[in-house]
């Protein structure tokens, strides 16, 4: 139904039911005929009266009429937006920038201490090969977190996960710092990962419970700014400490900040979820309880959503760009430091900073770039599907960090370029990472809305399992076959996972719409 804008119209009960167009999870227009006619009585409305956005009418108009009217200024508004205007925007960037400090967290703990690598092994009187696994073990840890408080987060909703993380993360790091031998070593880092994942589960789902899908890629490129530099700024800072103090030090500095980031979520960040599913609980016998409890946290949850291609191709995407990000930064001290002979800590941890300074540089443009897109294809196709929002990444995915890993890795095999090079194309694909992760990750928020949470722990948790693979097997490979070849090998994952991408953004609505019909016939 259209209305003009200087048109008064009188509206009458309809004799048959009125079909009412809803937007479906694939983006698709539908017609769904209501049950019922209306028992309130129409009014004359005065268009030419209503504000600029009018996102919904408070008279006694029908509310299947008011479901579909919209002023043609506000063309990306959605049925249902409106519980997206639950927090003002300074309310929304506070929440966004606290989340952001506790996601730089977990990863700037996985990749702060490679720059004391040879000094920890020292302390435990243990090799460089030990030491690469007790990181794999952490990034192994952070891909089993999400089987657990992804479905946490959908069940009880979001502020106690948070504020339970930070504060046990705080107290493992410390433990971490303190760690005695190499056994308790292992058993804290892997705690402190198991802990540190909800800041990224929860807190990405936090993005999508308070941001329209067409404006969810900009604040998760925000949120994913911290994610990604972690992993850069920390080897960083881990070499300036290990310098001058033992590289405990690192990790007190760790819980200082876990400590900051647990008073900012306790007191900033507020309950988002719209259906916390523990309100079903209410009147259920104990054991009614524990069994729906059990339906609903069960790991497996995660897991089956990985029927569905498109969440597995999208998987497989994110973990080729975190392998590619681990084994380019896991092995510096020992490929650069040779290479051009350097010799103190804080001179190889310079290197971290080519890439954190990419993903710094990458947040101001990839999620503004995600969301373009996804307004672009709104306006082409006239209704919002999520896959749309996937061809945002498909350049810098298939292209552009690819070129720059080929010439990262043969440069320091062929030894040509000097130093500028390599920190050139760190820099370049830093950058193109933010234009990849944000698609990715707010394609997981948008594809299956009533189960984010479990979408988005299922894709970090493939992603982490390869990110250790990749950690742990970068430094024998690379002694193995040169870093030109493992850079080699790299590129070609990322030109295989961008194809796949792209397979996903055309037939991808397609393919949920199969699973979910097989899934009913069943």
Not at 162 to 172: C, R
Not at 217 to 237: E, H, K, M, R, V
Not at 264 to 284: D, M, N, S
Not at 462 to 478: Q, W
Request: hydrophobic share 45%.
């Amino acid at each position: 139904m259209t209305m003009e804008k200087d048109h008064r119209r009188t509206l009458q009960p309809a004799e048959e039911p009125l079909p009412v167009p809803v937007t479906s999870n694939d983006g698709t227009r539908e017609l769904e005929e209501t049950r019922e006619k209306d028992d309130h009585d129409y009014t004359e409305l005065d268009l030419e009266n209503q504000p600029t956005n009018l996102h919904r009418v408070r008279s006694h108009v029908s509310t299947h009429d008011a479901a579909i009217i919209h002023h043609d200024r506000d063309e990306h508004y959605e049925q249902g937006d409106e519980v997206y205007d639950k927090l003002p925007p300074h309310r929304k960037v506070i929440v966004v920038s606290v989340l952001s400090f506790c996601a730089f967290l977990a990863p700037i703990s996985s990749t702060s201490i490679l720059a004391a690598s040879p000094e920890v092994v020292a302390t435990y009187n243990t090799t460089g090969a030990i030491f690469n696994l007790s990181n794999a073990l952490y990034l192994i840890f952070m891909g089993l977190s999400p089987l657990l408080w992804g479905p946490l987060g959908q069940t009880y909703g979001r502020k106690w996960p948070l504020a339970i993380a930070a504060v046990t993360f705080t107290a493992f790091s410390a433990a971490s710092a303190a760690a005695p031998d190499l056994a308790s070593y292992f058993v804290f880092r892997m705690l402190t990962a198991f802990q540190g994942t909800t800041f990224l589960i929860v807190g990405g789902t936090v993005i999508g419970d308070i941001y329209r899908p067409v404006e969810r890629g900009t604040a998760y490129g925000c949120f994913l700014s911290g994610t990604l530099i972690g992993p850069a700024l920390g080897p960083f800072l881990g070499g300036i400490i290990v310098t001058f103090v033992t590289w405990r030090a690192i990790f007190w500095l760790q819980a200082a900040l876990a400590a900051v980031a647990s008073i900012a979520v306790v007191f900033l960040v507020p309950e988002t979820i719209h259906h916390a599913k523990q309100e079903q609980l209410v009147g259920l016998t104990r054991g009614q309880k524990a069994k729906k409890l059990w339906s609903w946290i069960n790991p497996w949850r995660v897991v089956v959503l990985f029927r569905y291609p498109n969440l597995l191709i999208a998987g497989i995407a994110s973990s080729s760009l975190v392998w590619n990000m681990y084994s380019l930064l896991t092995p510096i001290r020992y490929v650069l430091n040779p290479r051009f002979g350097l010799t103190s800590p804080w001179q190889s941890g310079l290197f971290y900073m080519a890439p954190g300074a990419g993903y710094l540089v990458g947040t101001f443009f990839g999620g503004r770039w995600a969301d373009k897109i996804v307004k672009k294809w709104i306006k082409k196709r006239g209704h919002r599907v999520p896959e749309d929002r996937l061809h945002s990444c498909l350049t810098a995915m298939g292209v552009v960090i690819p070129t720059c890993m080929l010439i990262y890795g043969w440069s320091i095999e062929k030894e040509v370029g000097g130093i500028p090079l390599p920190v050139i194309v760190m820099f370049i694909q830093g950058v193109a990472q933010l234009f990849c992760f944000p698609s990715l990750n707010t394609y997981c928020l948008d594809v299956m809305s009533g189960k984010s949470s479990e979408v988005v722990a299922g894709n970090y948790v493939i992603r982490y399992f390869f990110a250790a693979a990749g950690s742990a097997a970068c430094l024998p490979v690379i002694e193995r076959i040169g870093v030109g070849w493992f850079s080699t090998i790299s590129a070609a994952f990322l030109v295989l996972a961008a194809a796949g991408v792209w397979a996903t953004a055309k037939h991808g609505g397609a393919w949920r719409v199969c699973m979910d019909k097989d899934k009913e016939e069943r």
